[in-house]
């Protein structure tokens, strides 16, 4: 090449990438090329390529899945995979032209786990039809990311011009800081702005997520007006009585080490002594490891007290998860019984009272609730018979149970483990608004839909959490003037017990009717259903986790040891028939 040539192309490059810093300032981003390019800092073009390969290089070789709620597994394999989630949420924010959140956690894992999950505009889970793409994203080789951003650009006709915005968000791990910055690189690389909420809970970044996409309809999209808008409604619900009948206002909370313990300490500042909050596992540095021996999870799972709070007789107790968006209620009794009042309980007296105010309003809505398999059989027959709510079972994961929620005017959803929230359509709320300003109506009326007013205030509707559920739980059973112990009677559980079974490839595990049916290993169906059919009130399925390499069985009957006897026997035909490793499993 000769002088005049080399000389002319560096003045053109200098001249392009004036441009394109300039251009990376205004809200509009000019398509240099389908791949937008990257770096202001020096001023020069770097291929988004070039930029993974020198600060996030891919250094995992085995593939990675988008699982039930995201990527999850060892904060150190990580890094890449935000880069490059970072990416993928700015490709989003663009087709669907609005904002995506971005959260890092791995929820009630130990401390060295870590993951990542996408928020689409509306507060849901990122689409199902874009989780092989973000599987495809984390999984391509370094030199690969270019070609399959355009690959993505050119299957949604993505616009690559807009500025759009990504709101990021983290728990409490050590490791989340800088998986945070890898994910503000990746949406840089690509001309994206992130917005760095710091640490939230995953319920406050969905939050977010909603007040930014309804221009502020939902609430305002910061700390502040999250807390003021739920305890400004949690103060109106309980007026100026804070205890009522049976109901004492006073509850021990676990935070399980981690940003729930933090963010409750502003709920309790603003709640006064509506609500006298004990704090324990509060994530004081040195006091206790996340969700070591507490938490929902363990609480769940382990069906224990959690450590580090104290044991006073038939006084109320929660916990919640390492990133607050489950929650689980329990006391013990004066002879050392533990009682756990799940997700299946929340449901229960959610739906109940729901019921109860909806009747009083007089306005025709249809209340309907969703669980999924795991829902306790006895809160299942409740529900149906009892508070006569039409019941939907739908698969594991919060993403299929919203969906099925929307279905209603108003849908509730709990999984047992904990996680649940309350949807209400745009037809409820209208209805809802239009009674509570009907002075044609009488009072009881015009108040009962004021007080479901003030409730969708109180819900996070964006997905299940922990603390505005609790605010909703001490609500009610405020307004009943219970304690646990009342709210207990509604039914008796039916003795369950969970197993897990490790094998060769959990996939070879296939369902169908929301997990309840095994399709794949053929026969086993049928050893399951002879299994259960031996017990009474028997009843036993199988599926492979979408978080951990395992095949898990749930089994539950009439008694303890039934319930122990279907589970083994059904963990030894999944050993069995679906390749299982090491020795056939038995009860621990
Ligand atoms: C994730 C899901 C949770 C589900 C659990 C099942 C979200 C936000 N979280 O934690 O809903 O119950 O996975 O785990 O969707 P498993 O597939 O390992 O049993
Ligand atoms: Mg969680």
């Known amino acids: ?224 007006g999250y807390y003021k808008k739920l305890t400004g409604a949690f103060k109106k619900l309980r007026g100026e009585t804070y205890t009522n009948g049976n109901y004492k206002n006073r509850l021990l909370y676990d935070g399980a080490n981690g940003v729930g313990a933090k963010k409750i300490k502003y709920f309790q500042e603003l709640l006064g002594n509506t609500l006298k909050i004990e704090m324990f596992n509060d994530a004081i540095i040195g006091s206790g490891k996340l969700n070591y021996m507490c938490g929902a999870d363990y609480v769940k799972s382990q069906q224990k007290f959690p450590t580090g709070v104290p044991v006073e007789p038939n006084v109320r107790c929660c916990s919640v998860d390492g990133d607050a968006d489950r929650l689980i209620y329990y006391y013990m009794d004066e002879n050392n019984g533990f009682h756990l009042m799940d997700g299946d309980r929340m449901a229960t007296l959610i739906a109940g009272y729901l019921k109860e105010v909806l009747e009083e309003t007089g306005i025709d809505l249809n209340l309907g609730l969703v669980q999924t398999a795991y829902a306790n059989g006895a809160s299942t027959d409740y529900i149906a018979k009892k508070l006569q709510v039409p019941v939907a079972c739908v698969s594991t994961g919060v993403k299929h149970l919203h969906h099925k929620a929307l279905d209603y005017d108003i849908g509730v959803y709990f999984e047992a483990n904990g996680h649940g929230t309350i949807i209400f359509s745009t037809n409820a709320k209208e209805k809802l608004r239009e009674a509570a300003k009907n002075n044609t109506i009488s009072d009881e009326r015009r108040l009962a839909a004021e007080a479901l007013l003030n409730l969708i205030d109180l819900i996070n509707e964006t997905v299940g959490d922990a603390i505005s559920d609790m605010l909703l739980i001490e609500t009610i059973l405020h307004a009943k003037g219970w304690d646990i112990q009342q709210w207990e009677d509604a039914y008796t559980d039916l003795p369950n017990r969970l197993m897990k079974v490790t094998v060769q490839d959990r996939n070879v595990i296939t369902t169908t009717d929301a997990e309840r049916v095994c399709v794949t290993p053929e026969g086993l169906q049928a050893e399951i259903d002879s299994a259960a059919a031996k017990y009474k009130k028997g009843r036993s399925f199988v599926r492979p986790s979408g978080t951990e390499d395992v095949v898990r069985v749930y089994a539950e009957a009439a008694t303890r040891e039934e319930a122990d006897e279907l589970a083994v026997e059904v963990a030894k035909k999944v050993h069995e028939l679906a390749g299982g490793t090491g020795n056939p499993p038995e009860l621990n």
């Open 1 to 224: 090449m000769n002088l005049k040539w080399y000389t002319l192309l560096v003045i053109l490059s200098l001249f392009l990438s004036h441009t394109r810093s300039l251009t990376l300032l205004t809200e509009k981003v000019s398509p240099v090329s389908q791949v937008v390019f990257i770096s202001m800092a020096n001023n020069s073009y770097r291929t988004v390529y070039a930029f993974a390969r020198e600060m996030h290089p891919k250094t995992v070789k085995t593939d990675i899945q988008y699982g039930t709620a995201g990527f999850r597994t060892k904060a150190t394999n990580l890094g890449y995979v935000m880069y490059r989630m970072g990416l993928l949420a700015v490709l989003r924010a663009r087709y669907k032209r609005g904002v995506i959140g971005v959260m890092i956690t791995a929820s009630h894992n130990p401390e060295p786990d870590n993951g990542v999950k996408l928020v689409d505009p509306k507060g849901e889970m990122l689409d199902q039809s874009w989780e092989k793409w973000a599987t495809k994203f984390a999984n391509v080789g370094d030199d690969q990311l270019e070609e399959t951003i355009n690959e993505i650009i050119k299957e949604y006709d993505i616009p690559m011009t807009d500025r759009v915005e990504i709101v990021v968000g983290k728990d409490t791990r050590p490791s989340s800081p800088s998986l945070a910055k890898s994910v503000m690189d990746g949406v840089l690389a690509l001309a994206g702005k992130p917005i760095d909420y710091g640490i939230v809970t995953t319920p406050q970044l969905h939050y977010f997520v909603v007040c930014k996409n309804t221009n502020r309809q939902y609430g305002e999209p910061t700390e502040d």
